[in-house]
């Protein structure tokens, strides 16, 4: 069993910051792409941004400049440091991994979801 845990969404005032982690947890061999995405209310889930195991990174041109993601390898640990939010990116946040178990199977893995609001 493989899971992925967020934690520190809340309520922010726009121009604030937030910063969001995700760990994975279970029986991981290795841990390839990660990522979060976001899903505000009657909208699709969307692509904020992707980080590979070595480190490259992908951004929403919606967010690029303002959220940074970054992760821990040896803590299988994900995060998206939000600066200058804005109330357009009041959603609920999903972290996702593409994961190799222990019994060799790759899956693609979501978090429970976080929810961040911004007030203006």
């Known amino acids: 069993q493989v899971q992925l845990v967020e934690s520190g969404g809340g309520l922010v005032q726009a121009g604030g910051s937030l910063r969001l982690s995700c760990a994975a947890s279970g029986s991981i061999f290795s841990i390839n792409a990660m990522g979060w995405y976001r899903q505000a209310p009657g909208k699709q889930r969307e692509l904020v941004a992707t980080i590979t195991s070595g480190g490259s990174t992908n951004y929403a041109d919606s967010v690029n400049g303002r959220f940074t993601i970054s992760r821990n390898n040896a803590e299988n640990t994900v995060y998206l440091q939000m600066n200058s939010l804005k109330p357009e990116d009041t959603a609920v946040y999903y972290c996702?991994?593409?994961?190799?178990?222990?019994?060799?199977?790759?899956?693609?893995?979501w978090g429970q979801g976080t929810q961040v609001t911004v007030s203006s």
């Open positions: 996702n991994a593409n994961i190799r178990s222990t019994t060799w199977r790759m899956s693609v893995y």
